[in-house]
């Protein structure tokens, strides 16, 4: 059990003008229906994504950079693909229950079998991509913070989700969940924090985000060349 909770530890650690005075309760209905809306049309996305970590104990900030392409299956199941670029290169892929991390330096493939925790796994992964504001209704209680503005290439209008899991499970590896959902338009995340009981956190940015795009079937495989190493961990 230990073993799947690190390799889905790893996998999460992978992955801010005011607008309309609507009140919360107005707010969060209306960001629930505009998610229910968009999960139906939802099948891939890809993203240039910058990753902030926050490491309390030490007082430490980090920042990593790469992209991710996500694709649900006709099943509902969901796989990604991730690139981090800088500074340290590196491929994490989820399919399922298994999670592999390729480290093109060493030329080796770690692969970990999440088991039970698989299905946790893919409920984050989705986390405001492909996930209906029904469903997450269901599993976290939301509240609206209120309307932020991102800034990054562009200032972008923005309503701050807050979700705080229901299942004890799930509170055994993060805190809670915050989303940056723009005020018009699609109802995706332009950033998310996700933080953790012991005050570690990890900032997700996207930029160059793109929904539904023309992707061939391998484009979530991981490509390794040959005489690549692996090891199964946990075993």
């Not at 099943?75 to 991730?82: I, N, P």
């Not at 298994?98 to 946790?120: A, F, H, N, R």
Request: glycine residues 8%; hydrophobic residues 35%; contains cysteine.
């Amino acid at each position: 059990m230990k073993t799947r909770l690190h390799a889905f530890g790893i996998f999460l650690c992978l992955f801010a003008l005011t607008a309309g005075q609507a009140g919360p309760g107005d707010s969060l209905k209306d960001l629930k229906t505009r998610m229910d809306q968009a999960s139906i049309q939802f099948k891939s996305m890809t993203a240039h994504v910058t990753w902030k970590t926050h490491v309390d104990s030490i007082d430490d900030n980090s920042a990593e950079t790469g992209n991710v392409i996500m694709m649900k299956a006709q099943s509902g199941e969901v796989r990604a693909l991730v690139e981090f670029i800088e500074p340290d290169r590196r491929f994490v892929h989820l399919e399922k229950t298994s999670l592999q991390i390729y480290y093109p330096k060493i030329k080796t493939v770690q692969v970990w079998d999440l088991g039970d925790q698989g299905e946790q796994v893919e409920q984050f992964v989705m986390i405001g991509f492909g996930t209906s504001g029904t469903s997450l209704a269901k599993d976290y209680d939301m509240t609206v913070l209120g309307a932020e503005a991102v800034k990054g290439q562009q200032t972008i209008p923005a309503i701050r989700l807050q979700l705080i899991p229901k299942s004890g499970k799930a509170r055994e590896l993060i805190k809670k969940l915050e989303l940056w959902i723009p005020t018009q338009g699609d109802p995706y995340p332009i950033q998310e924090k996700i933080s953790q009981s012991s005050g570690d956190y990890r900032l997700v940015i996207y930029s160059d985000l793109k929904i539904n795009p023309p992707l061939k079937p391998d484009a979530v495989q991981l490509k390794v060349p040959p005489g690549v190493k692996t090891e199964v961990q946990g075993k």
